[in-house]
């Protein structure tokens, strides 16, 4: 089997937990959350190409190549290694957008891991996860695949083993911005931090 033909997940992420804890100067959130994965993914194909060119076909709708974290995921990392390989990328939607559900930052996460091999840089996670905070404060978990507890803007990261019941996951079928939640005016950002054992015993509020 070519590496043309293997489907790569990117997986929805929940979080079992969010508190906002502060506001730093550049207008990003400090938070307390615990990020945990589903099943539920999108998939993504990647083709690799000798012309330096990368793309994302067919596009995804209302989601233009400027504005595509696979894409941005890819040059960062070309550019960032000085690498002389592109990519076609082929994405099958499954997660909703605008849903909570990481779905953009996914795509991002796993075309660092899948390039990383594929283009042969041989880039460690820690690298990669630090490559990625540069295009969304979501992507270093991703990249790193496991449950965690997460402070700062979601980077500084303890890998934990919360329990795994059956999540229900509904999608209303409407957009809901995390930029403009995170701008609201009435939103709580004063939050008093708590610890694992505190969430570990049930403290959620």
């Known amino acids: 089997m070519k590496p043309s033909d293997v489907f790569w997940p990117a997986p929805a992420k929940l979080n079992l937990m969010l508190r906002v804890t502060g506001r730093r100067s550049d207008g990003y959130h400090l938070l ?43 040059r960062l990392l070309q550019q960032h290694c000085n690498c002389p390989l592109g990519v076609d990328i082929q994405i099958e939607k499954c997660l909703p957008m605008g849903g909570g559900l990481g779905g953009g930052s996914s795509n991002a996460a796993t075309t660092l891991v899948v390039l990383n091999r594929l283009w042969g840089l041989n880039l460690s996670p820690s690298a990669l996860a630090e490559l990625g905070l540069q295009l969304g404060a979501d992507i270093p978990i991703f990249v790193h695949g496991k449950a965690a507890w997460a402070e700062g803007v979601g980077e500084k990261l303890q890998f934990i083993n919360p329990p795994e019941p059956w999540y229900l996951v509904l999608s209303p079928g409407c957009h809901v911005s995390t930029a403009e939640i995170f701008c609201d005016s009435q939103l709580t950002r004063d939050a008093e931090t708590i610890t694992i054992r505190d969430f570990s015993a049930g403290q959620r509020a």
Do not use: H, K, Y
Request: proline share 5%.
């Open 32 to 74: 307390q959350t615990v990020f945990q994965f589903l099943e539920l993914a999108d998939r993504l194909r990647f083709d690799v190409r000798s012309d330096g060119r990368i793309s994302c076909r067919p596009a995804i709708p209302g989601v233009s190549d400027e504005n595509n974290l696979a894409i941005m995921a890819a």
